[in-house]
């Protein structure tokens, strides 16, 4: 008797979470298509962050307002050698203002391709494929890809960090990044 009250709990515990399954799984197959909730103030927030970096002849660049599109704790990766090179905010800021100083940059515009974003909750991912111009609007100085993190903050969304690598001879942006 005992083994058979035992059975039955474990046939009814089995048969409890089947359904639960089915349950999630049919609600899966019928769900209306993804939307990103707040496509556009993502979108907004990247756009906002290439607007920051670029400045055309006769303007300044704007390095003190950089931080304001990015959260504090900001980290950016790139792959523009063949190994990856890390760094902060400040430390972008800076290595930036440098290479503008430096190079007697004139003009920097960086704008977007592509982009898609996804989100899920106050987390975010854009990618997004751009180009530059440096010095002149009539040369594409560099295309690239960048992955664009951003977390959703009180002040709107924010990226919490960049990965992104460049077009090389032998690293061409694919076409579906191109779209």
Known sequence: ??????????????????????????ETKTATPYTVPDDAAITQAVHDAYTAISFKKGEQPRFDEIKNYFIPQTQMINFRA??????????????YKQFVNTNHIRLFYEEELYGKNEQFGKIAHRISTYKTYLNTMDTIAERGVNSFQLIKTPRGWKVSSIIWDVEKPTLKVPAYYLK
């Open 82 to 95: 063949d190994t990856a090179g890390f760094t902060n905010l400040p430390a972008f800021v800076n290595l």
């Open 1 to 26: 008797m005992k083994n058979l009250v035992i059975a039955l709990g474990c046939l009814l515990t089995l048969s409890a979470c089947q359904s639960g399954e089915n349950k999630v799984a049919a």
